[in-house]
């Protein structure tokens, strides 16, 4: 199925991936409306994306603050007129026993992790459902079904992000919106360190964008709501 033209929001823009995502929907010849906290690194993503034959709109935004989402949901419609694909990536973690982990950070992570979720698919929702068409995928990870110790704060948001998406698929499929949900393991980025391991033998940001753009291409009919993402075999 063809992505040509379809606009697409993509949070947590300027790295990892975002990135990732970012460039094979530039390759696609979508058009991607790229949001991030830093400036000077969605510029350096736009550069990528217009080389690749796109176009890329940045609009630096912490989506954890509802006037930040508002205005990237304005800017997105007055310069592409649509919005066919929200991709909510924007993520952090803090990992540490819940005996040292600081309310600051739990309240950070639930804050970028889960409010900034519900703030931009709240916010595209009314668009997508008068248009009778979207899609909404959120990046999750296998921390949302699985525990681990320093995991507490991490996994409990990335638990909810699933229950959220799992809700929220049963909601917008009545307008033909699709919603999914991709949860890897590790990935090579600056957020997720290998440990050692051979970076070849896990998941690369590509791989992850893969997953969503198979998630694209199903046809309108069909809806993938859930990819759990592995390394084969990791060493």
């Known amino acids: ?23 094979s929907f530039a390759k696609e010849k979508m058009k991607v409306a790229l949001a991030a906290r830093t400036k000077s690194d969605l510029d350096k993503v736009a550069e990528e994306v217009n080389k690749l034959g796109s176009e890329a709109l940045i609009v630096p935004a912490d989506v954890s603050r509802g006037q930040a989402v508002d205005h990237l949901i304005s800017q997105t419609l007055e310069n592409f007129g649509k919005i066919d694909v929200l ?3 924007a ?13 600051q950070d739990f309240d950070r992570m639930f804050a970028i992790n889960m409010r900034s979720v519900f703030l931009c698919t709240r916010a595209v929702l009314p668009h997508m459902k008068n248009q009778k068409s979207g899609a909404i995928i959120n990046i ?11 995991g507490s704060g991490y996994a409990a948001t990335k638990w909810a992000l699933n229950g959220f998406t799992k809700c929220l698929m049963l909601e917008a499929r009545e307008y033909d919106i699709r919603v999914s949900v991709v949860c890897p393991g590790s990935v090579v980025t600056d957020f997720s360190p290998h440990s050692g391991k051979d970076p070849s033998k896990i998941l690369q940001p590509q791989d992850v964008a893969d997953s969503v753009l198979a998630i694209l291409r199903l046809p309108p009919n069909a809806l993938m709501s859930e990819i759990d993402l592995r390394p084969t075999n990791p060493k």
């Open 91 to 103: 993520g952090m973690g803090v990992f540490a026993p819940v005996d040292e982990l600081s309310t």
């Open 1 to 23: 199925m063809s992505l040509q033209g379809q606009v697409a929001i993509i949070t947590g823009a300027s790295k990892g991936i975002g990135k990732a995502i970012a460039l």
């Open 140 to 150: 999750s990870s296998l921390a949302g079904k699985n525990f681990f110790k320093g």
């Open 87 to 89: 991709i909510n990536n």
